[in-house]
């Protein structure tokens, strides 16, 4: 997640109350308002583990966006201190999709009405249809997968750019530089599977030829070798 995601998450929660006029007298001082937005990650999330590609070089884990979530409320401050609103995050780890559920209720009965999801997209795409009567609305911060997006749920906002946005991207990146032939290399496991087929889309709706679709096996062996 962006710190302009953040940005505008923040506006949500305390847009009213910036906006709302001050109905107090000079010499009064105004009451603090308190704002709670609930952060909710897994716990030993794999996305963020050390990876190494076939020639074992280790490629560095993605950034945890907790940070930008943090970076965002501290950029608030001078504006959440001059309208009286004391922002804070709640932090949260999950261990699975049930204790996922179970803490998004919790966070809503305490009253916050937003959290940011940091949740792989087949734990998310169980999480979220179970609190959509929950008072609370989820930013999902990181899972990609456009089938979240066709779950067309009125408790899930998107922040992370989907996989059709990802692969419109380098398709279109492709077309300006006309390269209109393509070779893509797919490794094996689903969430491979997956990107790719959002990127063969991409392909076909900007007329780039795909020359050949090849799987590829993160090995050393040169038997995997064509």
Not at 18 to 44: E, F, M, R
Not at 45 to 73: F, K
Request: hydrophobic share 45%.
């Amino acid at each position: 997640m962006t710190k302009a995601s953040l940005w505008a998450l923040m506006a949500l929660v305390c847009g009213p109350a910036l906006i709302a006029p001050s109905l107090a007298q000079d010499n009064a001082t105004p009451a603090v308002t308190t704002a709670k937005i609930g952060y909710l990650g897994l716990q030993n999330d794999v996305r963020y583990h050390p990876q190494y590609a076939y020639t074992r070089i280790e490629i560095s884990p993605a950034i945890h966006p907790v940070e930008g979530a943090r970076l965002a409320i501290d950029d608030m401050k001078i504006i959440t201190d001059a309208a009286n609103i004391q922002l804070s995050l709640d932090e949260q780890e999950a261990s699975n999709a049930d204790n996922a559920i179970a803490r998004l209720n919790a966070m809503a009965a305490a009253g916050e009405r937003f959290a940011v999801v940091d949740l792989p997209g087949d734990v998310l795409a169980q999480v979220a249809p179970a609190v959509a009567n929950s008072k609370i609305t989820l930013i999902n911060a990181t899972a990609p997968q456009d089938s979240l997006r066709e779950l067309c749920l009125p408790n899930l906002m998107h922040a992370a750019a989907s996989d059709r946005m990802i692969g419109d991207s380098y398709a279109q990146f492709l077309r300006h530089r006309n390269w209109t032939k393509v070779l893509m290399l797919v490794g094996q496991e689903p969430r491979d599977i997956e990107m790719a087929d959002a990127f063969q889309a991409s392909l076909d709706r900007l007329q780039i030829q795909l020359v050949a679709r090849k799987t590829f096996t993160m090995s050393t062996d040169p038997a995997n070798r064509e």
